[in-house]
T-cell receptor, first 115, second 112 residues
Framework: GAVVSQHPSRVICKSGTSVKIECRSL??????MFWYRQFPKKSLMLMAT?????????EQGVEKDKFLINHASLTLSTLTVTSAHPEDSSFYIC???????????FGPGTRLTVT | KQEVTQIPAALSVPEGENLVLNCSFTDSAIYNLQWFRQDPGKGLTSLLLIQSSQREQTSGRLNASLDKSSGRSTLYIAASQPGDSATYLC???????????FGKGTSLLVTP
């Protein structure tokens, strides 16, 4: 199957700093990437949909100015958590979907801890 | 909004048993449904994709069925092994696009 990578896999940052998470599709062109968040023992929740070359669409309750998403190429989307706070600590997972790919492939996730 | 419920929430079985995981969803106007496994602290591994025109899909010891009209899907695992221990998630898409919706999953433990 198709491969999606995420970097970093784990990050610890101080409150008030910004963190960038990268999501890459390694062997296909991802016209659409999704960003999900998973709190401990909870379901994955969709945060935003990212289409290459256009602005991301955010789910209700997700602040677009806090979670900046850029999908500048068909293989890369980035999520920047700005002015992170401890309540932003979570597991962030991206998925990708694109030309010739009929199912979604997920990255390995990024564990963010804000101290 | 698509709501997903998985039953049971947790399951512990001895190695070798066959088992069935159940999934129900509220919006039956879906074009496909995916089953995933998630190991603790890890991302998702895609197991099976069932198109809306299909009733079943098989991969090795796994068999998934889909009944769109009743909003149900089941994942059947044959001859379970300790390596099957993980959380299993069914994910129908939302009614507005390709994003997937997740329930809390079924946490499976297969004991040797």
């Amino acid at each position: 199957g198709a491969v999606v990578s995420q970097h970093p896999s784990r990050v610890i940052c101080k409150s008030g700093t910004s963190v960038k998470i990268e999501c890459r599709s390694l062997d296909f062109q991802a016209t659409t990437m999704f960003w999900y968040r998973q709190f401990p023992k909870k379901s994955l929740m969709l945060m935003a949909t990212s289409n290459e070359g256009s602005k991301a669409t955010y789910e209700q309750g997700v602040e677009k100015d806090k979670f900046l998403i850029n999908h500048a190429s068909l293989t890369l989307s980035t999520l920047t958590v700005t002015s992170a706070h401890p309540e932003d600590s979570s597991f962030y997972i991206c998925s990708a979907f694109g030309q010739g790919v009929y199912e979604q492939y997920f990255g390995p996730g990024t564990r963010l801890t804000v101290t | 909004k698509q709501e997903v419920t998985q039953i049971p929430a947790a399951l512990s079985v001895p190695e070798g048993e066959n088992l069935v995981l159940n999934c129900s969803f509220t919006d039956s106007a879906i074009y496909n449904l995916q089953w995933f496994r998630q190991d603790p602290g890890k991302g998702l591994t895609s197991l099976l994709l069932i198109q809306s025109s299909q009733r079943e899909q098989t991969s090795g010891r796994l068999n998934a069925s889909l009944d769109k009209s009743s909003g149900r899907s089941t994942l059947y695992i044959a001859a379970s092994q300790p390596g099957d221990s993980a959380t299993y998630l069914c994910a129908p898409p939302s009614n507005s696009g390709y994003a997937l919706n997740f329930g809390k999953g079924t946490s499976l433990l297969v004991t040797p």
